[in-house]
């Protein structure tokens, strides 16, 4: 049986209702607000299609689906959408670094992506996120600032580097050059050259962008 066109304008009202509050769930957004600035979407529209100021036709709802990534006529189906968005810890974690001895940390996750804009820079599942904790790395880099690591990209010639020694620690360092049994390396603050044998590190991921803070741009 077909259904009415207030029928119809109300299950996709209501599966839109679902969707928003599915998105929410996943922890990756705390707010209506953050979901239609992260897909590009009006806020007062949402707002109006939600409340029913506006009836959502069907133009307005296959276009929803496009810009949500849901897939076509969902919002029309009579079973509820299902939304399936990976964990922020899949996507791409953040951490922060927990100082050790001087320059050498250990990562810490951070559940909260408050400090974090992720419209400046979308992590990918490949990437995570390090925030720079104490003075050590002054002046390339200063506490508060974000490292973007990728644990794909093959390391190469004078890239920064987030490297993860045998003994649990880490350490950004400059890469001078790959010997076949060691790497040398540069200190961040240029003070000394330092050179690992290739068997105690555990794995080497290169950095491909630092953010400064938001504070930088006031």
């Not at 509050?21 to 707010?31: E, G, R």
């Not at 200190?187 to 962008?209: C, G, M, N, Y």
């Amino acid at each position: 049986m077909d259904m009415s066109a207030p029928e119809i304008f109300e299950r996709r009202r209501h599966h839109l209702t679902k969707v928003i509050d599915q998105l929410i769930d996943t922890q990756q957004f705390k707010t209506g607000k953050e979901i239609c600035e992260h897909f590009g979407l009006s806020a007062s529209y949402i707002a109006q299609l939600l409340n029913s100021k506006r009836q959502i036709g069907e133009k307005a709802a296959r276009e929803l689906e496009q810009q949500l990534g849901l897939d076509a006529l969902i919002l029309d189906q009579s079973a509820e959408p299902k939304v399936e968005l990976s964990p922020l810890s899949e996507q791409g974690g953040l951490f922060q670094m927990q100082v050790v001895q001087q320059q050498a940390f250990a990562l810490i996750p951070i559940d909260s992506a408050l400090s974090f804009n992720l419209d400046i820079f979308h992590l990918q599942v490949q990437h995570y996120a390090i925030q720079v904790a104490g003075p050590y790395y002054v002046p390339s880099l200063k506490p508060g600032w974000w490292l973007i690591c990728d644990k794909q990209v093959e390391v190469s010639g004078s890239d920064i580097l987030c490297v993860y020694l045998l003994n649990g620690l880490q350490l950004v360092l400059q890469l001078v050059s790959d010997a076949q049994d060691y790497y040398e390396f540069q200190s961040l603050d240029e003070h000394r050259q330092v050179i690992f044998q290739k068997t105690d590190i555990e794995k080497i991921h290169p950095v491909i962008a630092i953010l400064p803070t938001a504070s930088m741009f006031k």
